[in-house]
């Protein structure tokens, strides 16, 4: 049963750094493309991020500022995320991509959501 669980998420102050954490199971991690994603309450969720075997894309409003990798051995997909901003603010979630082959940084691509972890900046 494929399992993705999210971790990290706090309330902070603009500036701040935080890592998040996905661990995943119930599929083979290290040949799946992974992403980050971010959704604000009434909002569309968006893509931030992904991993495609080493090769990373990234929203422009995160460039820069935000890292994502990933330890195959520990089947952990990470974000690191620095220089925060309330614009930053959202639940986030990592997901699998759909398909082999190609791997946008589009919701439509990824399934098996994981619950989220909620990230605050305050200004």
């Known amino acids: 049963q494929v399992q993705l669980v999210e971790s990290g998420g706090a309330s902070v102050q603009t500036g701040s750094s935080l890592i998040l954490s996905c661990a995943a199971s119930?599929?083979?991690?290290?040949?799946?493309?992974m992403g980050w994603f971010r959704q604000v309450s009434g909002k569309a969720r968006e893509g931030i991020a992904i991993d495609h075997f080493g090769h990373t894309t990234y929203a422009e409003s995160v460039k820069g500022r935000f890292t994502i990798s990933r330890d195959n051995a520990k089947k952990t997909l990470y974000l690191q995320m620095s220089s925060l901003n309330p614009e930053d603010t959202g639940m986030y979630y990592c997901?699998?991509?759909?398909?082999?082959?190609?791997?946008?940084?589009?919701?439509?691509?990824?399934?098996?959501w994981g619950q989220g972890t909620q990230v605050t900046v305050s200004s």
């Open positions: 119930g599929f083979t991690f290290s040949s799946t493309c």
């Open positions: 997901a699998r991509a759909r398909y082999d082959g190609e791997c946008p940084l589009e919701t439509s691509f990824f399934m098996s």
